[in-house]
Nanobody, 128 residues
Framework: QLQLVESGGGLVQPGGSLRLSCAASGFTVGSYAIAWFRQAPGKEREGVSCISRSGNSTYYADSVKGRFTISRDNAKNTTYLQMNSLKPEDTAVYYC?????????????????????WGQGTQVTVSA
């Protein structure tokens, strides 16, 4: 059974950093595109970052470019989202998601409908 479990969220001050982890079981992350989405109260789910099946292509939303970095450790079957220079507007529940079919990252990564498997989410709160 395919399962994704996020961890690493928490409360951090503006300008601080967090590293989110997405541990996969039941499948090999190297065979799936993995994405990070976030959803703030009252807002739609937003594609934050994404890494292709091959690992050769990545996507970042404009709002996080230069601050967030996605990476993958195939040996640990885990995908990470390093978040630096956090802002209050980064506050949201962060979800990881997986997709097995090949697609262009710029097309699939902003769109939750392209991903069929989801984790339960982890809360990130950026506040002084």
């Amino acid at each position: 059974q395919l399962q994704l479990v996020e961890s690493g969220g928490g409360l951090v001050q503006p300008g601080g950093s967090l590293r989110l982890s997405c541990a996969a079981s039941g499948f090999t992350v190297g065979s799936y595109a993995i994405a990070w989405f976030r959803q703030a109260p009252g807002k739609e789910r937003e594609g934050v970052s994404c890494i292709s099946r091959s690992g050769n292509s990545t996507y970042y939303a404009d709002s996080v470019k230069g601050r967030f970095t996605i990476s993958r450790d195939n040996a640990k079957n885990t995908t990470y989202l390093q978040m630096n220079s956090l802002k209050p507007e980064d506050t949201a529940v962060y979800y990881c998601a997986a997709r097995s079919a090949i697609a262009i990252v710029q097309i699939m990564c902003p769109r939750p409908g392209y991903f069929g498997s989801w984790g339960q989410g982890t809360q990130v709160t950026v506040s002084a």
